[in-house]
């Protein structure tokens, strides 16, 4: 029993409680009081809400523990726990807004407010649960299961999936409210991409210059940044070049344009988005001591 939970933190069982109240918060009081439905397990729960009116959060509990059942071998142990924790949390969440709503929020004349809201409240309780470790369950591990047996990409499947509930949640829905439940499906995506990969986002630079000593000097001296020194060939001329790779916050981006344009004005650089970052001067400094999250 003891090396069941070995391994098992506190920290991230409160984030998905937290993140599981703030789902079912923007579940209940935007997508149920007006009428929206939403893709995944959730929308079926939904459905059947709209259809039977048989309570999301008992829907919920019985769509995903047979799929447990059946999927357990596809989770390793802890993410195992913390999914089984997120999936009964989330149930408990429904069904504490379900019978103790905070309050009635009476949108139905602006759906474009409830859109948004509903997805910012939906995305940010599933980030805080992903970025934990955990899941929700439902088409998460039925995508497991049909890239296992099937080979079909988990991205893939899980937006076919989405627009399959969508669909079908027509019997139901208005033209109008399947749109609107659209928009509350991107940006519930683009808010789990922020919490996910934002807080730890990052731009690189490539720079080919013939002064890359002037310039990784200036980067380290006025700001503090580290960079590497590789070797290319030009396509055009076949000439030996040194190419400087440097990563550096967001908000450092225009420092690094603007030295890069006294140091030598004729440099060619580009820059990509870094979707996370580890390191020294991300997140320990030179002496290895943890460095708090820039914002």
């Known amino acids: 029993m003891t090396r069941l939970f070995q391994g098992i933190r ?38 059947f809400y709209y259809l039977f009116t048989i309570e999301p959060s008992l829907s919920n509990l019985l769509l995903n523990i047979p799929l447990f059942l059946i999927g357990y071998k596809l989770f390793g142990r802890l993410m195992l726990i913390y999914s089984l924790i997120g999936t009964v949390s989330l149930s408990a969440s429904l069904r504490i807004f379900e019978l103790y709503p905070v309050t009635e929020l009476p949108l139905q004349d602006d759906m474009i407010l409830v859109s948004i809201f509903a997805g910012v409240f939906v995305g940010a309780g599933l980030g805080m649960i992903f970025r934990a470790g955990g899941t929700t369950g439902g088409a998460d591990i039925l995508a497991r299961l049909a890239n296992k047996y099937f080979g079909i990409s988990i991205g893939k499947f899980m937006f076919a999936f989405d627009a399959v509930v969508i669909t079908i949640s027509l019997v139901h829905l208005s033209l109008t409210h399947a749109m609107y439940t659209l928009v509350t499906v991107f940006v519930a995506g683009r808010v789990i991409d922020f919490i996910i990969e934002g807080a730890s986002a990052a731009k690189s630079a490539m720079i080919i210059s013939s002064r890359t000593d002037e310039l990784s000097k200036a980067i380290i001296e006025r700001m503090s940044r580290g960079s590497t020194v590789l070797t290319g060939k030009g396509s055009f001329t076949a000439d030996e070049r040194r190419v400087l790779y440097c990563v550096v916050n967001r908000n450092e981006l225009i420092q690094l344009k603007n030295l890069i344009e006294e140091v030598d004005p004729y440099a060619f650089f580009s820059v990509n988005d870094v979707k996370e970052v580890s390191g020294e001067g991300f997140t320990f400094d030179n002496q290895r001591r943890p460095l708090k999250p820039s914002a």
């Open 10 to 47: 506190l920290q991230p069982i409160l984030v998905i409680l937290i993140g599981t109240l703030i789902f079912g918060f923007g579940i209940i009081h935007f997508n149920l009081q007006n009428g929206l439905a939403h893709g995944g397990f959730t929308g079926i729960t939904l459905l």
